[in-house]
């Protein structure tokens, strides 16, 4: 079973509208965190935003939100006011302590993003 | 400030030769990854170290691969013999604390093409 899955393997959005990727994710741990990453076409890998299991907030950074549903296990990206710089692929990932003992770090098949003029 | 610098940014070799991937973390990082991209099975996590000692390492793929971290800030990927399914980006990455908020840093990544 996937881990970390993303749905949508492209995806087209207007400028200055919103969009949502999805992730939804699969732990039996308390204590996880959530992280979306994003990869331009020159290939460098970005940091966007962060989620833990226990804040009761969604997490913010500028235009970017996540949209957290713990008990659906979803951690949506959200976007707002696209520009076209944001045309990239944006990777869901999940940080996870199983039994072992030993943490986990697991990357979802990314969703390519398309922003349109 | 210096991000995690990777070396080299393009290698081409071919078949059964060693390959000899570098990374240098952010300074006063303690912890280090090294993933591998590639289009079939995406962003895939080989090990990482936490104050220079491997950690898991249990996405190294084959006896072929093997990763040391002598120091705090510089540490190797080597692929000996190397194959053309080896092909792929390589991603070293480095974070502050790995068990909390702080996100990976990574680096520019090395492109390994095997012939």
């Known amino acids: 079973a996937q881990k970390i899955t993303q749905t949508q393997p492209g995806m087209f959005v207007q400028e200055k509208e919103a969009v949502t990727l999805d992730c939804t994710y699969d732990t039996s741990d308390q204590s996880y965190g959530l992280f979306w990453y994003k990869q331009p076409s020159s290939g460098e890998m970005i940091f966007l935003i962060y989620q833990g299991s226990y804040d009761e907030q969604n997490a913010t950074e500028g235009r970017y939100s996540l949209n957290f549903q713990k008990a659906r296990k979803s951690a949506n990206l959200v976007i707002s006011a696209s520009q076209l710089g944001d045309s990239a692929m944006y990777f869901c990932?999940?940080?996870?302590?199983?039994?072992?003992?030993?943490?986990?770090?697991?990357f979802g098949t990314g969703t390519r993003l398309k922003v349109l003029a | 400030d210096a991000g995690v610098i990777q070396s080299p940014r393009h290698e081409v070799t071919e078949m059964g030769q060693e390959v000899t991937l570098r990374c240098k973390p952010i300074?006063?990082?303690?912890?280090l990854f090294w993933y591998r991209q590639t289009m079939m099975r995406g962003l895939e996590l080989l090990i990482y170290f936490n104050n220079n000692v491997p950690i898991d390492d249990s996405g190294m793929p084959e006896d072929r691969f093997s990763a040391k971290m002598p120091n705090a800030s510089f540490s190797t990927l080597k692929i000996q013999p190397s194959e053309p399914r080896d092909s792929a980006v390589y991603f070293c990455?480095?974070?502050?604390?790995?068990?909390?908020?702080?996100?990976?840093?990574f680096g520019d990544g090395t492109r390994l093409s095997i012939l």
């Open positions: 990932a999940m940080r996870e302590l199983p039994t072992s003992g030993t943490y986990k770090y697991i």
């Open positions: 300074s006063g990082h303690n912890s």
């Open positions: 990455a480095s974070s502050l604390n790995p068990y909390s908020n702080q996100p990976q840093h």
